[in-house]
């Protein structure tokens, strides 16, 4: 066959398609990405594609997180998505749940790059942090940012006996303190009894 028929063949079957081999998706990394590795179980068919090294790592770095328990998976990602407890509970939404997963391991992975967010979904409006009020509320009660509606309840308790005025020689200063921590509590109870009180 003459080379003129020959890319008339290669032509027609696609045999022409450059037969390149993608590079390594590990930023920096300059060998050939010859090892794919799911981006998530949500889109089966995309893929990253690393060289050996890197898919190793890359696979290591997803067992790590697969091989946790919940409680484990909860406390890694607890940074990112302290908000979102009270409208995601564990195993309410696991699929989304496991692709905040991924998303921290890629962000780890991948360092800030690009492709760390690639394939993230950003979680719905509902799960974002709390208005500037209920954010100081929190801090009147002394709780953290990420504190349970239980633990707001046991808070309130113990502060309230704290500063109770009986308790503090009848002081005004007690009294004031009080109204501060029952406005913050009612500002809380509200917020929380709109999102959503789990359990
Ligand atoms: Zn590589």
């Given at each position: 066959m003459d080379a003129d028929i020959k890319a008339k063949y290669a032509s027609l079957f696609g045999m022409d398609r450059p037969t390149?081999?993608?590079?390594?998706?590990?930023?920096?990394?300059?060998?050939?990405?010859?090892?794919k590795a799911p981006k998530s179980r949500a889109t089966?068919?995309?893929?990253?594609?690393?060289?050996?090294?890197?898919v190793r790592a890359y696979n290591q770095a997803w067992d790590f997180y697969a091989g946790m328990n919940t409680s484990e998976i909860e406390q890694a990602i607890k940074f990112d998505t302290v908000w979102q407890r009270?409208?995601?509970?564990?195993?309410g939404n696991w699929q989304q749940r496991e692709e905040e997963m991924r998303h921290k391991m890629r962000a780890e992975f991948f360092g800030d790059g690009m492709h760390a967010r690639a394939p993230y979904e950003a979680p719905p409006?509902?799960?974002?942090?709390?208005?500037?009020?209920?954010?100081?509320?929190?801090?009147v009660l002394e709780l953290e940012a990420d504190a349970s509606v239980e633990e707001m309840?046991?808070?309130?308790k113990k502060l309230?006996?704290?500063?109770?005025?009986?308790?503090?020689?009848?002081?005004?200063?007690a009294e004031d303190k009080i109204k501060i921590i029952n406005q913050a509590f009612t500002a809380l109870k509200t917020h929380f009894a709109m999102v959503?009180?789990?359990g």
């Open positions: 390149t081999v993608k590079g390594c998706d590990h930023p920096g990394c300059a060998d050939a990405g010859l090892y089966l068919y995309d893929y990253y594609w690393f060289c050996l090294d890197h009270e409208t995601w509970p564990m195993g409006p509902s799960a974002t942090r709390p208005p500037p009020h209920i954010i100081e509320a929190l801090a309840k046991t808070q309130y309230v006996k704290r500063h109770h005025p009986d308790a503090n020689g009848g002081s005004r200063a959503g009180e789990q």
